[in-house]
Nanobody
Framework: QVQLVESGGGLVQAGGSLRLSCAASEWIFSSYAVGWFRQVPGQERKFVAVLIRSGETTYYADYADSVKGRFTISRDNAKNTVYLQMNSLKPEDTAVYYC?????????????????WGQGTQVTVSS
């Protein structure tokens, strides 16, 4: 079973940047999707960004409309780690951020379809 550990969260001022990391216990990039979700208390866990495997070594990225142009998802194969670079942060980005892995193909927008989850890292953006 895949173990995922997020790190890099913290407190940042609006307009600032953070880079989140998700370290996996084993190779994850043969999976269909590796993504990031976020959750605010009282709300559902929402899609943020994802890497979708389109070939043996090729992935394409997709993002929620609310973060397009500001967030970038990437990976480091050697470290078996996925990153979320967050720039131009806004107070509405404040949430607990989770990384997740979806083993098989299908819809990648819904958190309930993912197989493995980290425990989350808090991101707080002050205004």
């Amino acid at each position: 079973q895949v173990q995922l550990v997020e790190s890099g969260g913290g407190l940042v001022q609006a307009g600032g940047s953070l880079r989140l990391s998700c370290a996996a216990s084993e190779w994850i990039f043969s999976s269909y999707a590796v993504g990031w979700f976020r959750q605010v208390p009282g709300q559902e866990r929402k899609f943020v960004a994802v890497l979708i495997r389109s070939g043996e070594t090729t992935y394409y990225a997709d993002y929620a409309d609310s973060v397009k142009g500001r967030f970038t998802i990437s990976r480091d194969n050697a470290k078996n780690t996925v990153y979320l670079q967050m720039n131009s942060l806004k107070p509405e980005d404040t949430a607990v951020y989770y990384c997740a892995v979806k083993a098989r193909s299908g819809s990648y927008f819904h958190s309930t379809l993912y197989d493995y989850w980290g425990q989350g890292t808090q991101v707080t953006v002050s205004s």
